[in-house]
């Protein structure tokens, strides 16, 4: 993919996810990377570690993210602070991310 047009359509992108996908660009990278890691239950602060967004708050896309069925969430017992990512369901978030990698590519393609 061609990162300067990417970058040159970002806000159309961005806006384009939003309005077909129903999420934010964080979500869709959040989605990636639970694919990518493929653990069947995720700490949500491994999560931000491995998104390498530690000062960035995740918790409002977590939860959109888990009303929309992707994955259930739940607190540790011993720490409440700590949040478990768990029944994530790696068919519909492959499903997002082939539709966003449509979504981006036909925005690329029409404005090259």
């Known amino acids: 993919m061609n990162t300067i047009l990417y970058e040159s359509h970002r806000n159309l992108i961005k806006k384009a996810i939003k309005k077909n996908l129903g999420m934010s660009f964080l979500e869709v990278i959040i989605l990636e990377k639970l694919k990518y890691l493929n653990k ?6 491994t999560l931000k570690r491995q998104l390498k967004i530690d000062n960035t708050p995740i918790s ?6 888990s009303n929309l069925g992707l994955f259930k969430k739940s607190r540790d017992e011993h720490d409440e602070r700590r949040i478990y990512l768990y029944d994530i369901d790696f068919d519909k978030i492959s499903t997002i991310i082939e539709r966003y990698h449509l979504i981006v590519s036909s925005i690329l393609k029409i404005n090259q």
Not at 40 to 45: G, H, N, S
Not at 60 to 65: D, M, P, V, Y
Request: a negative charge.
């Open 40 to 45: 069947e239950k995720m700490d949500a602060v």
């Open 60 to 65: 409002i896309q977590l939860n959109h993210l």
